[in-house]
């Protein structure tokens, strides 16, 4: 996983001005679940995907929030940490199946993530094994920009930043959809303390990303 944590930020190419205030950027956050840390052989089990409206708002609800049968077994170590397992997710469809839903929640927005750049990896590799047009959006990864705006670099944990931050965490932590709101609320924090610096625009986002050391 540490490769593309190093990764810091997507290269992908923002369609708009890079002098979008982030108040006004299209922007939603993800997570995946999945049964392991290599996006070259392991597999996504959940998605979900939370807008950041207008304003910085985040939306009360996912708009999207999958469960995925991966097609293969799911190691211990895996449902000891977000609870999902083969029996769970039996009849639940495959990512072909939900592939649209997943392309379609991303498109034409900005990806915000706590170490997005694997969300992305393992997304790109599953729809690569598919043969699925997948395009891998612009994103901002929380984790990045917690580091760049003094968070120690070895305490990035979500839930350890937002303690650090003083945001009280929503939904259930390790599900796709609990993860995706935890990095909404604290992206709207960080994008805050962005504009407040006369950074608060697409490209002052984008600028401020560093990768966290390891």
């Known amino acids: 996983m540490a490769r593309y944590l190093r990764r ?17 950027l299209p922007m939603v956050a993800i997570d995946c679940e999945t ?9 996504i ?4 995907a939370i807008r950041i409206e207008p304003g910085l708002r985040v939306s009360p609800q996912p708009e999207l929030d999958l469960l995925i049968d991966p097609g293969i077994d799911i190691p211990s170590r895996a449902v000891a940490i ?16 939900a592939f649209a839903r997943i392309a379609a929640s991303v498109t034409d927005a900005v990806v915000v993530g706590h170490h997005v750049t694997f969300d992305l990896a393992i997304l790109g590799r599953e729809a690569a ?3 699925l047009p997948w395009r891998e959006p612009p994103s901002f990864d929380t984790a990045n920009l917690a580091a760049a705006l003094g968070h120690p670099t070895d305490h990035l944990d979500l839930d350890v930043v937002l303690a650090h931050l003083g945001i009280e965490p929503k939904g259930q932590r390790h599900s796709a959809a609990g993860d995706a709101r935890r990095a909404a609320d604290l992206f709207v924090v960080l994008a805050h303390r962005l504009i407040g610096q006369g950074r ?4 002052g986002a984008i600028a401020a990303h560093r990768s966290p050391r390891r």
């Open 129 to 131: 094994r598919r043969r």
């Open 82 to 97: 977000h609870g999902l397992d083969s029996r769970q997710l039996a009849g639940a469809p495959s990512f072909a199946d």
């Open 45 to 48: 089990v959940s998605f979900a």
């Open 8 to 24: 810091g930020v997507s290269h992908a190419v923002w369609s708009g001005a890079v002098h979008t205030p982030l108040e006004r």
């Open 35 to 43: 049964t392991g840390l290599d996006p070259r052989r392991d597999r």
């Open 200 to 203: 608060g625009t697409f490209g």
